[in-house]
């Protein structure tokens, strides 16, 4: 078997169910509609293996990262207890846009958490199609500002803001891909090692 045809096999053996990547795909783009909707909200930026295209089986998660203007955070200075104070900020906006609504995909969440960097959408509902179609993967909405080319994004646990740069992985995953058309079953192939090691 040649390296094309192991490459292929390994693709289908470990591929995520179409309707699972159709239905997240749905739920980022509704919630992506919803989020620019909060005030500040400057971009939602579509991060994680669903937007690399690098997931494995099933859909674990949708994620999205908020970047707003600072000047509508609770403290645009990000001073101290600022990082928290923006993750329920966040929190407040998806359940406000995103919770209890009117119309057939009413109350599309039924709850949210807040973890280190992201506000968790839990029980994300699907409206008419509940109990038809599988259920949609949570949503995890990570809130970030711009500090030049890069993002500060809050973390619960220490209480400060941290540098990160998903656009520049983004980036570079697509250069992979553009060199190299195996990339993506590398990067999957890695994830299961992970998994089992």
Known sequence: MGSDEAFD????A???DPLDVLLARWR?????KRLRKIPGVDQVIHSGSLARGTN???IHDVDLIVVFDRDHLPDPALGSGSAAGTLRYMQEGVEQRLGAG???LSREISGTRLRNHVVRCEDVSLGPLTGVIPSAPPVDVMPAVRKGSHLLVPELRTGRWVDVDPEQLIRLAEERKREWKYFDE??????IGRAHV
């Open 14 to 16: 470990i591929e995520s």
């Open 56 to 58: 494995v089986g099933g």
């Open 186 to 191: 590398v990067v999957r192939m890695a994830k």
């Open 102 to 104: 009117q119309g057939p």
């Open 9 to 12: 096999r390994f693709s289908r």
């Open 28 to 32: 980022r783009d509704a919630f992506t």
